[in-house]
């Protein structure tokens, strides 16, 4: 079987030790990089499964390069920091992150993220129908997991497009935050709301015509959320 591929973003070696070495014994393949444009070249040159990515970072901090993967690539990307204020996390989830990490961190929560986020991934990547979902002018390609808006392509990180099948395996149904998050980020997260209201700002940037008054994921005050079922789907 092919060793599931971390890159670890980190501007003090030290770190970068650490957390490859509690990688590579539970069986992953590590590569490295020490800043914003070496993990950009890392990962046009090598096929990557995840990216562990330092906020406080030379060259490009980690915003900015998570910004730049997001420009060409939907690879997972957990944040890592030093800094445990809410202004980062926040700012972390919308740029694009799937996931944060406050230093200092075990092993074991390290280990416990990173499986959580392989295991969503992993249900993104995975082809397993070749049903076409449409729903106006979005339209979902199950079997590539690719999606369109007007006939171009839209570029979703795995949790983005994880949480928009929940909403279209489930037309004209309300479904709460608690229920959402569990579906998507674990039993651990269904409390986390804030990092449900942030990937579905997300999710309404990237596919509603006006995010601010959304059609396609629409909130339902008290009760949670729902996608529409269009008059011409009845």
């Given at each position: 079987m092919e060793k599931?591929?971390?890159?670890?973003?980190d501007d003090e070696p030290r770190y970068v030790?650490?957390?490859?070495?509690?990688?590579?014994?539970?069986?992953?393949?590590?590569?490295?990089?020490?800043?914003g444009e070496q993990t950009i070249e890392v990962l046009v040159e090598h096929e990557v499964d995840l990216v562990l990515l330092d906020i406080m970072m030379p060259i490009m901090n980690g915003f900015e390069t998570c910004e730049r993967i997001r420009s060409f690539s939907h690879v997972p990307v957990i944040m890592v920091t030093a800094k445990g204020d809410e202004r980062d996390r926040i700012q972390g989830l919308d740029v694009g992150a799937d996931d944060y990490i406050v230093k200092p961190f075990s092993?074991?929560?390290?280990?416990?993220?990173?499986?959580?986020?392989?295991?969503?991934?992993?249900?993104?990547?995975d082809a397993s129908s070749p049903v076409i979902f449409e729903h106006g002018d979005l339209r979902i390609d199950f079997a590539r997991a690719e999606v369109y808006r007007n006939g171009g392509k839209v570029l979703l990180s795995a949790t983005e497009y994880r949480l928009l099948l929940q909403f279209a395996h489930n037309v004209g149904r309300v479904l709460t935050s608690e229920e959402l998050?569990?579906?998507v980020w674990g039993e651990g997260y269904k409390n986390d709301k804030e990092i449900l209201w942030v990937t579905i700002s997300r999710l309404r940037s990237k596919l509603e015509s006006d995010p601010g008054n959304p059609s396609r994921i629409v909130t339902r005050t008290g009760l949670g959320y729902t996608m529409p079922i269009l008059s011409t789907e009845e």
């Open positions: 599931t591929t971390i890159l670890v973003v030790r650490l957390i490859s070495a509690n990688l590579e014994v539970e069986g992953y393949n590590v590569l490295e990089a020490f800043n092993a074991d929560e390290l280990l416990a993220r990173v499986r959580a986020v392989l295991r969503r991934s992993k249900f993104s990547r998050l569990t579906a």
